[in-house]
T-cell receptor, first 112, second 109 residues
Framework: DTGVSQNPRHKITKRGQNVTFRCDPI?????LYWYRQTLGQGPEFLTY????????KSRLLSDRFSAERPKGSFSTLEIQRTEQGDSAMYLC??????????FGQGTRLTVV | GIQVEQSPPDLILQEGANSTLRCNFS?????LQWFHQNPWGQLINLFY???GTKQNGRLSATTVATERYSLLYISSSQTTDSGVYFC???????????FGGGTRLMVKP
């Protein structure tokens, strides 16, 4: 297993377009997280899955954001009608029960 | 929610110097991790240390859970140690990691 994998690594999109990011967690990890990080800040929690169930969502996750984890494996994060304020690094992490979390390389989104 | 504060926010060292980074948190935790964020943005796991002391080469960490702080020690710093160091905690009843604001370290040759 090569760790948590995120695609794409970079995405430039025009304001108003929809974008989708993918995260493939470490295979035996049942917990998956999405975080957002803006320049000069620490990562901020967006949402959490245990297996296929989305159990927690941050207030940061507006109605334009949706995340899925079908079959409890990979996850997708979609942003509809992107705004310039959505420009950030989107990080995915996974962990097993009572273990440490591991992060992917991130997807850097730029909305122009 | 839990508050996580890291100090100092910025640190400049000469190569070979030692340093101590601090992480204070406002509630009981059952998980604490230290990460190094490289220039490409990836968070690299350094320590998983909800309590006690661990060492890995030139790095070591100590968490005193009862007093709600953790320390990361970097000895004989190298230019490759430059980057941002984050502390992140998970509370006993929670699932997510809450991050501090980070310590930005620059090691000069």
């Amino acid at each position: 297993d090569t760790g948590v994998s995120q695609n794409p690594r970079h995405k430039i999109t025009k304001r108003g377009q929809n974008v989708t990011f993918r995260c493939d967690p470490i295979s035996e990890h049942n917990r998956l997280y999405w975080y957002r990080q803006t320049l000069g800040q620490g990562p901020e929690f967006l949402t959490y899955f245990q297996n296929e169930a989305q159990l927690e969502k941050s207030r940061l996750l507006s109605d334009r954001f949706s995340a899925e984890r079908p079959k409890g494996s990979f996850s997708t994060l979609e942003i509809q009608r992107t705004e310039q304020g959505d420009s950030a690094m989107y990080l995915c992490a996974s962990r097993g029960s009572n273990t440490e979390a591991f992060f992917g390389q991130g997807t850097r989104l730029t909305v122009v | 929610g839990i508050q996580v504060e890291q100090s100092p926010p910025d640190l400049i060292l000469q190569e070979g110097a030692n340093s101590t980074l601090r992480c204070n948190f406002s509630d009981s935790v059952n998980n604490l991790q230290w990460f190094h964020q490289n220039p490409w943005g990836q968070l690299i796991n350094l320590f998983y240390i909800p309590s006690g002391t661990k060492q890995n080469g030139r790095l070591s960490a100590t968490t005193v859970a009862t007093e709600r702080y953790s320390l990361l020690y970097i000895s004989s710093s190298q230019t490759t140690d430059s980057g941002v160091y984050f502390c992140a905690v998970r509370i006993n009843a929670g699932n997510m990691l809450t991050f501090g604001g980070g310590t930005r370290l620059m090691v000069k040759p």
